[in-house]
Nanobody
């Protein structure tokens, strides 16, 4: 089993930055893709960003391209999401996801079988 724990969320103003972290424990995910998804109130969960093991391949939702960066420290089994130039529409619960089988940076939630509990990000205007 794998446990994923997110941290770093909070309340910020538009234009500010935040860095989310996701620490993995249990069986290592060091050979698998990882991703961030988010869910705003009343909306479906949506893809934000994904990354392969080596970090050589990254995938971003159009809505966050140029503002968000995804990275991972495989030695620490930790995933990061650097969020810059935050907008009110970025307000959501952000979830970390890991896969036991994916080797590519998929944007589909069905490819990830481990999920964190989520961390709230609120951006005020």
């Amino acid at each position: 089993q794998v446990q994923l724990v997110e941290s770093g969320g909070g309340l910020v103003q538009a234009g500010d930055s935040l860095r989310l972290s996701c620490a993995a424990s249990g069986r290592t995910l060091s050979r698998s893709a990882m991703a961030w998804f988010r869910q705003a109130p009343g909306k479906e969960r949506e893809f934000v960003a994904a990354i392969t093991l080596s970090g050589s391949s990254r995938n971003f939702a159009d809505s966050v391209k140029g503002r968000f960066t995804i990275s991972r420290d495989s030695a620490k089994d930790t995933l990061y999401l650097q969020m810059n130039s935050l907008k009110p529409e970025d307000t959501a619960v952000y979830y970390c996801a890991g896969s036991s089988f994916l080797y590519y940076a998929s944007e589909y939630a069905s490819g990830y079988d481990y999920w964190g509990q989520g961390t709230q990000v609120t951006v005020s205007s």
